[in-house]
């Protein structure tokens, strides 16, 4: 089993940021949490993708970003998260929903997602006041749609290819791909560009053929940064008891009484984390 990685360069004379995903395993961690249908592991399994891109430039570890895409299809809300150190986690509010494949034969991630809402990105650098992005869905596939966050959000025109292939109720390939001209790029390597991103229409094959440290070098032999991605979630049983004791005793009692158990639930990781009345008792320092 190899990890999911971020293989970074500088190609076409320094002038254009490439970045090649193999998130394979992100993906497959993703469909164990959630017991994803086909349909919402390629959606949730590309805005994972886009998550773990987005959060590549994020300049500490300890800084972190969030994705939301409404689109009002068959999957609802999907919401992803990440930080600095490449840590992502995400979750679709319908992770069992199943779409018939479209006419092509690919399942239907724009029906999944829904083409009628927004994608918004809220990134904190740990500078005091939070960016926050939003665009206009244009298809629900996502990368057409982070590509229209990017130049309408951010002013920088990126090319974008997504992919997640499943069977058999695993991801056999997923990844993405990203040119991102800097600044002062004229429009000749901006044309260029989005010629070059029409040859990864099927990007998961790619990756599962190919991988990307093969399809890196097959621009050049510059320096390449990689870096590791993991399917990481932040809650833990301390993080949900430190909610209830913020409830106060009276209510978190009430609620014990009402359901007989408090429980904490996790949307990112569907984790539940439940409390019974020796459990309360010892978080308040008494018995039930």
């Known amino acids: 089993m190899s990890e999911s990685v971020i293989r970074k360069t500088l190609i076409w004379g320094d002038a254009v940021s490439l970045a090649v995903l ?14 994803l249908s086909a349909v919402a592991a390629a959606a949730l399994g590309r805005a994972l993708t886009a998550t773990a891109y987005l959060c590549s430039w994020l300049k500490d570890p300890s800084s972190s970003l969030s994705v939301t895409i409404r689109g009002g299809g068959a999957g609802g ?24 494949p479209r006419a092509d034969g690919k399942l239907d991630v724009g029906g999944f997602v829904g083409r009628n809402g927004t994608l918004s990105v809220v990134r904190d650098d740990g500078e005091g ?25 951010e002013q920088r025109p990126t ?11 695993r991801c056999v390939g997923a990844g993405g791909v990203f040119f991102q001209p800097l600044p002062g790029a004229g429009d000749e390597l901006l044309r260029r560009t989005e010629e070059e991103i029409a040859k990864y229409g099927n990007i998961s094959a790619q990756i599962r053929e190919r991988g990307a440290a093969e399809i890196v070098a097959s621009y050049g032999h510059g320096e390449v940064s990689s870096r590791p991605i993991a399917f990481r979630c932040h809650c833990s049983r301390e993080r949900a008891a430190g909610l209830i004791r913020s409830m106060g005793r009276e209510e978190a009692f009430a609620l014990l009484k009402e359901r007989g158990v408090v429980s904490v639930y996790c949307h990112y990781c569907n984790t539940d984390y439940s409390f019974d009345g020796a459990a309360l008792g010892a978080l308040f320092g008494d018995d039930v």
């Open 129 to 153: 006041i939070p960016f926050v992005g939003t665009c206009a869905l244009v298809s629900g596939e996502i990368a057409e749609d982070l590509s229209a966050y990017f130049l309408t959000s």
């Open 159 to 169: 090319a974008v290819a997504l992919g997640v292939r499943v069977q058999g109720g």
């Open 22 to 35: 193999d998130t394979t395993e992100l993906v497959n961690a993703a469909i164990s949490h959630h017991h």
């Open 77 to 100: 809300k999907i919401c992803t998260a990440g930080d600095g150190a490449l840590g992502l986690r995400g979750f679709a509010e319908h992770p069992q929903a199943e779409l018939p």
